[in-house]
């Protein structure tokens, strides 16, 4: 795959979330131990995988940000016009901050919500 320019992400969970500044996708899978008595070398069997995103980007007062928490979204993290990494997320917490000196900024946690995974189209 080519390298990319964050100027052409983008974000959609069920709608084009505007005003985006960024967002980050963590990926983890646990494993566990499986090693037997008299074995020699130690084995490890792969458990559950897992994912989480952090959107950010400028607060809009038209957003209903309320009405997002705990809800069920199918999130795409674009990383160009076509290509995006995407899964059933649950979105798990949201920050709005203000400050006097700025404009108003905003920050969504998803977890995922998915026995299919993470994919990438």
């Known amino acids: ?26 990926t983890s ?22 994912c989480s995103a952090t959107v950010t980007g400028n ?20 990383i160009d016009a076509t290509n995006y990494f995407y899964f059933t997320a649950i979105c798990t917490s949201i920050t709005e901050t203000a400050n006097m000196n700025d404009i108003g900024k905003m920050s969504y946690t998803y977890a995922m919500n998915d026995t299919a995974g993470l994919t990438y189209a």
């Open 1 to 26: 795959m080519a390298v990319y320019h964050g100027k052409t992400a983008k974000v959609d969970d069920g709608a084009v979330m505007e005003a985006t500044t960024g967002w980050t996708l963590t």
């Open 29 to 50: 899978a646990d494993v566990a131990e499986a090693t037997d008595m008299g074995d020699t070398w130690k084995s490890f069997a792969l458990g559950f995988d897992d």
């Open 59 to 78: 607060a809009r007062t038209t957003r209903n940000t309320v009405a997002q928490l705990g809800a069920a979204v199918t999130l795409k993290l674009y």
